[in-house]
């Protein structure tokens, strides 16, 4: 009979273990990197989410990920010209307004991250 609370305790945290990467899971947000454009193009996370650019597969031309404008106190980032199947990532940790760019296709290639408490 002593063994089992022991198992119970093995239990709930097997349980919990397996939940882990599940709840982590909650705080990534992939964006794809296409021909001239982020999608999606407007995107909603809360402070702590680590925001994932993914080059496509079937995409062939370089872009790269910068931050054209942030709240106070966010250092700016920018990554390097990537190509298909290559990734680039940041945790935003303030809230705010992010405004990010591919600075070979400027105009045309943007996009917008609000991140709330």
Not at 88 to 106: D, M, N, Q, W
Request: one cysteine or more; aromatic letters at 6%; hydrophobic letters at 40%.
């Amino acid at each position: 009979m002593r063994l089992r609370p022991a198992l119970v305790v093995l239990a709930v945290g097997a349980v919990a273990v397996a939940t882990a990467p599940a709840l982590a899971a909650g705080h990534r947000k992939t964006v794809e990197v296409n021909d001239n454009y982020y999608s999606p193009g407007k995107l909603t996370v809360k402070v702590g989410t680590t925001v994932r650019w993914h080059w496509s597969v079937d995409e062939a031309d370089v872009h790269d990920v910068k931050l054209k404008k942030a709240p106070r106190g966010v250092r700016k980032f920018q990554s390097d010209p990537l190509a298909a199947g290559e990734s680039f990532s940041r945790k935003l940790t303030k809230p705010g307004t992010y405004a990010v760019i591919c600075t070979f296709h400027e105009e045309e290639m943007a996009m917008t991250i609000r991140v709330k408490r």
